[in-house]
Nanobody, 124 residues
């Protein structure tokens, strides 16, 4: 089992940027699929981006968010640019071993390792 810790959330104005980090311990993330999910108040959790055999984004963040991994630091990042109020929510990272195709699932039921989440608030 791998343990995941998210960081980097906060309050940002519309148009601003944040970089979320998902740092793992207990195992190497090299051969794990890692996804970022978010949950807004009153809404279901949704998949935002994932990195596995490929890289995927939901349409609403395509061109604004960038997912990447640093195997030396055992960390996956989500760079979020041009943030909008609708990006507000708790962001979770999740991991599943081994890598698999089509890793961007709607709710993340395929993932079995989850972090505790980090709050992102986009507001003026």
């Amino acid at each position: 089992q791998v343990q995941l810790v998210e960081s980097g959330g906060g309050l940002v104005q519309p148009g601003g940027s944040l970089r979320l980090s998902c740092t793992a311990s207990g195992d190497s993330l090299d051969y794990y699929a890692v996804g970022w999910f978010r949950q807004a108040p009153g809404k279901e959790r949704e998949g935002v981006s994932c990195i596995s055999t490929g890289i995927y984004y939901i349409d609403s963040v395509e061109g604004r968010f960038i997912i990447s991994r640093d195997n030396i630091k055992n960390t996956v990042y989500l760079q979020m640019n041009s943030l909008k109020p609708e990006d507000t929510g708790v962001y979770f990272c999740a991991a599943r071993y081994p890598l698999f195709d089509l890793c961007l699932t709607s709710k993340g039921d395929e993932y079995d390792n989850w972090g505790q989440g980090t709050q992102v608030t986009v507001s003026s």
